[in-house]
């Protein structure tokens, strides 16, 4: 009578290839996770650099003389931005998972009177 099933040496076989895969795949994953974090905080940045742009043209009275002298900082409370509605007051930093009412944005004049943004965390 013939008996149908898997050897010892056919399953440890399987096993094997099993583990070798996820040994491959696991660091990749980790990565790919890493990556997304990364992403979603660059998004955060630049959708609050844009706001602030917004706040800074629409303002033209607080920010003209500023914005005609070259290498000027003007900074910008995120508290400014939420206090007159340009982003959520509920967004959160993607890195340190806070409330980032408190966190700054500066912005450099360049020579071309276009604005750099940095993104400051308090």
Same mark, same amino acid.
């Given at each position: 009578?013939?008996?149908?099933? &898997? ?14 895969? &996820?040994?491959?795949? /696991?660091? #990749? ?18 959708? !609050? %650099? !844009?706001?602030?742009? #917004? ?7 607080? /920010? ?5 002298? *070259?290498? /000027? ?7 400014? !931005?939420?206090?007159?509605?340009? *982003? ?28 750099? %943004? ?5």
């Amino acid at each position: 009578m013939k008996e149908q099933g &898997f050897t010892l040496i056919e399953l440890i076989a399987v096993v094997t290839i099993l583990v070798a895969i &996820f040994l491959v795949a /696991f660091p #990749s994953i980790l990565n790919l996770s890493t990556s997304n974090d990364e992403l979603d905080y660059n998004s955060m940045v630049d959708s !609050l %650099c !844009l706001a602030g742009e #917004s706040y800074i043209y629409d303002n033209p009275d607080l /920010f003209n003389e500023s914005l005609s002298i *070259v290498n /000027f900082e003007i900074n910008i409370p995120i508290y400014d !931005l939420i206090s007159n509605e340009y *982003v959520d007051k509920n967004i959160i930093n993607k890195k340190t998972k806070k409330l980032i009412n408190t966190d700054t944005l500066i912005y450099t004049v360049l020579d071309d009177n276009s604005l750099d %943004c940095k993104y400051k965390e308090e």
